[in-house]
């Protein structure tokens, strides 16, 4: 993929992602984003979906500074993230990495747990990230593949995967809202 590609997604991104918005990724702006996500759908932090999704995040956190914190500083620079998104994400490693997380942030987004996200609680997941209703709803639109209206945790999964470690198109870049 053109380096320039990867570079407008990892920056994407990382700003998503950067909740103190410092510049660098650490274990607190992870807390601060599932702490945001529990109280946009009002769940309580101990709750069954609270804790999946703190659990979640946590690990993910353990993971990514094994993956990505190159000089073990314990943030995560645009530089690291650029460079782990350039050589070293992989297709195969996706499910051990992105799904325990992907599995957590659908059962949050889940209001009515019928297991599947319906447009709208798809939009809800994302404004709690930031995102505008409109990019939230383009989103919504471009993962549901098979078109049934309804978003399955394995069209969420195959989404934010792609957006990782696929082309950047119309479909990868508007999973988290229109990448730039
Ligand atoms: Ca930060
Ligand atoms: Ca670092
Ligand atoms: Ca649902």
Redesign the pocket.
Known sequence: MAIDAIARKSDHWFKLV?????????H??LQALADRTLKHFGYEKGSAKGRRLTEAYDRAWVSMAEAMDADRDE?ISKEEFRSYMENNAKKENAEKLLRPVTDAEFAAADVDDDGLLSPSEYAKLLQAWGLSSSEAEKGAGNIDTNRDGQISSEEYFRACRDFFVGELTSRTGQVFGQVK
């Open positions: 950067d909740v103190n918005g410092d510049g660098r990724i650490q607190s702006d943030e």
